[in-house]
């Protein structure tokens, strides 16, 4: 490729380090899609010959087809894609797969090859997060009604149903799919004609091909088309924050699975045994999605680093871009497809959540706004509803249980209304406010994120 300039071959170690075929082959449909529409482009303003372009155009999907169906395989003497791909091109048609290189570097292509795959896998990866939403609004739906208790600090709270619970994961991802797709609308752009770094004087048009490749414009400046990746760190910003969701939903998967929760069972397609102890059950599929979140958010770490100190234009540390982003890609599609089934065959105890709600003095709030509600203040109802919990803890009692006789030496307005008031079921029901935890909220949200998936 540059052997004009040089006057021996490069040295064998230095070759293999230099090569990036071992990772950006996965790009070979999209620099095919690319350099085809490079062509049609180039006849279209004349530089190519009808002819060329139909052998070029005709050679390219040939060598495509090889591919996918396994007749050729990737040369390991090849530098990269591109220059494979170019290489095999020649070989087949001669040298008007030499002049598909003309107004062009390797630099606007890699450039327009990884926002197309990105783009591809963007859109698959946001399929995936549907499923894993599905999944959940699924289980959420079916247990919309069922008693838990609601947690701050990992402390219990304040009751809810195990159905809304499920749904914050569900308005997490929904955010996710967003970040994805506003970073990919940004990226939509077409690199393709900036060249090396400064255009080419050939009479080209940019748009066209940005067309051609559905593309929403093409970048302004060919400095910046050849020379940035910040899509590539956006997207891998938004792959680490849908990873710790993913990451936060699994860790109380793990929690809830435990015999001390016990809210839930996983199905035995999602968990594995010991190899000592007979008893076990152990939500690895969780664990490992909790693990690998640490993986994506040490590609995106990877993906600043490498582009922190970089003068314009390109530079060869940007080949470094494709093995975090990929790997990000890879990591997340793999979570995303163990995800949405562990979720949709978990099994909730409603038993075991009823039970311990039911502990935790989780009540405590609607006792002081039973309070307010017949005009106390609600500090001063804070501090009553307070010094009844220490009694209850001393005693022994819970608040349901508490005698009336015992809560009207705190306050004339206790009545035996405050039991109904203050049962699991009224706490629950009545919190009816917009994104509140009653049934009929939970089914509001519900619908709310079946409207937005269109399903």
């Given at each position: 490729?540059?052997?004009?300039?040089?006057?021996?071959?490069?040295?064998?170690?230095?070759?293999?380090?230099?090569?990036?075929?071992?990772?950006?082959?996965r790009m070979y449909a999209q620099d095919i899609?690319?350099?085809?529409?490079?062509?049609?482009?180039?006849?279209?303003?004349?530089?190519?010959?009808q002819g060329e372009t139909q052998?070029?155009?005709?050679?390219?999907?040939?060598?495509?087809?090889?591919?996918?169906?396994?007749?050729?395989?990737?040369?390991?003497?090849?530098?990269d894609i591109h220059m494979f791909i170019e290489a095999e091109l020649t070989a087949r048609i001669g040298d008007a797969g030499k002049r598909l290189h003309t107004a062009r570097s390797r630099n606007d292509q890699v450039a327009v090859d990884i926002r197309m795959y990105l783009r591809d896998e963007a859109q698959e990866i946001v399929a995936l997060i549907k499923q894993a939403i599905v999944a959940i609004?699924?289980?959420?739906?079916?247990?919309?009604?069922?008693?838990?208790?609601?947690?701050?600090?990992?402390?219990?709270?304040?009751?809810i149903s195990f159905g809304h619970?499920?749904?914050?994961?569900?308005?997490?991802?929904?955010?996710?799919?967003?970040?994805i797709q506003d970073a990919v609308g940004r990226m939509n752009h077409s690199p393709l004609g900036s060249c090396a770094l400064a255009g080419t004087t050939y009479p080209t048009d940019r748009a066209y091909v940005a067309e051609l490749l559905h593309f929403d414009g093409v970048c302004q400046n060919s400095i910046d088309g050849v020379s940035d990746r910040d899509f590539c760190v956006e997207l891998a910003a938004a792959f680490a924050t849908l990873m710790m969701h993913l990451s936060r939903l699994s860790e109380?998967?793990?929690?809830w699975a435990s015999w001390e929760f016990k809210f839930i069972e996983l199905d035995d397609s999602y968990t594995t045994g010991s190899s000592i102890m007979p008893q076990k059950k152990n939500p690895d599929m969780a664990?490992?999605?909790?693990?690998?979140?640490?993986?994506?958010?040490?590609?995106?770490?990877?993906l600043l680093t490498a582009l922190k100190g970089l003068p314009l234009a390109y530079n060869k540390d940007m080949q470094e871009d494709k093995e975090a982003i990929f790997d990000a890609i890879d990591t997340v599609k793999m979570c995303l497809e163990v995800l949405a089934p562990m979720v949709a065959t978990m099994k909730v105890d409603a038993d075991n959540t009823y039970k311990a709600a039911q502990k935790g003095f989780i009540n405590a709030t609607d006792l002081a706004d039973y309070l307010t509600?017949?005009?106390?203040?609600?500090?001063?109802?804070?501090?009553?509803?307070?010094?009844i919990v220490a009694v209850c803890i001393q005693k022994g009692e819970v608040l349901d249980t508490l005698p009336l006789e015992t809560y009207q030496t705190y306050s004339e307005l206790f009545e035996q209304d405050l039991y109904e008031e203050i049962a699991l079921e009224t706490c629950v029901a009545k919190r009816t406010s917009l994104g509140g935890a009653s049934p009929s909220s939970v089914k509001q949200q519900i619908a709310y994120v079946r409207k937005e998936l269109d399903i």
């Amino acid at each position: 490729m540059w052997a004009g300039r040089f006057l021996k071959a490069l040295d064998k170690k230095a070759d293999d380090f230099n090569s990036s075929l071992r990772f950006d082959c996965r790009m070979y449909a999209q620099d095919i899609q690319g350099s085809i529409a490079h062509a049609k482009m180039l006849c279209k303003q004349g530089i190519l010959s009808q002819g060329e372009t139909q052998s070029i155009i005709d050679g390219l999907q040939t060598i495509l087809s090889d591919i996918q169906t396994g007749k050729l395989t990737f040369d390991s003497g090849a530098e990269d894609i591109h220059m494979f791909i170019e290489a095999e091109l020649t070989a087949r048609i001669g040298d008007a797969g030499k002049r598909l290189h003309t107004a062009r570097s390797r630099n606007d292509q890699v450039a327009v090859d990884i926002r197309m795959y990105l783009r591809d896998e963007a859109q698959e990866i946001v399929a995936l997060i549907k499923q894993a939403i599905v999944a959940i609004v699924d289980k959420a739906e079916e247990n919309a009604e069922v008693i838990a208790p609601g947690y701050t600090h990992l402390q219990r709270a304040q009751p809810i149903s195990f159905g809304h619970h499920l749904m914050a994961y569900a308005m997490m991802l929904l955010r996710d799919i967003g970040r994805i797709q506003d970073a990919v609308g940004r990226m939509n752009h077409s690199p393709l004609g900036s060249c090396a770094l400064a255009g080419t004087t050939y009479p080209t048009d940019r748009a066209y091909v940005a067309e051609l490749l559905h593309f929403d414009g093409v970048c302004q400046n060919s400095i910046d088309g050849v020379s940035d990746r910040d899509f590539c760190v956006e997207l891998a910003a938004a792959f680490a924050t849908l990873m710790m969701h993913l990451s936060r939903l699994s860790e109380e998967i793990i929690l809830w699975a435990s015999w001390e929760f016990k809210f839930i069972e996983l199905d035995d397609s999602y968990t594995t045994g010991s190899s000592i102890m007979p008893q076990k059950k152990n939500p690895d599929m969780a664990e490992l999605i909790r693990g690998k979140t640490g993986r994506v958010y040490g590609d995106l770490t990877a993906l600043l680093t490498a582009l922190k100190g970089l003068p314009l234009a390109y530079n060869k540390d940007m080949q470094e871009d494709k093995e975090a982003i990929f790997d990000a890609i890879d990591t997340v599609k793999m979570c995303l497809e163990v995800l949405a089934p562990m979720v949709a065959t978990m099994k909730v105890d409603a038993d075991n959540t009823y039970k311990a709600a039911q502990k935790g003095f989780i009540n405590a709030t609607d006792l002081a706004d039973y309070l307010t509600k017949k005009g106390m203040p609600f500090r001063a109802a804070y501090k009553i509803v307070g010094q009844i919990v220490a009694v209850c803890i001393q005693k022994g009692e819970v608040l349901d249980t508490l005698p009336l006789e015992t809560y009207q030496t705190y306050s004339e307005l206790f009545e035996q209304d405050l039991y109904e008031e203050i049962a699991l079921e009224t706490c629950v029901a009545k919190r009816t406010s917009l994104g509140g935890a009653s049934p009929s909220s939970v089914k509001q949200q519900i619908a709310y994120v079946r409207k937005e998936l269109d399903i």
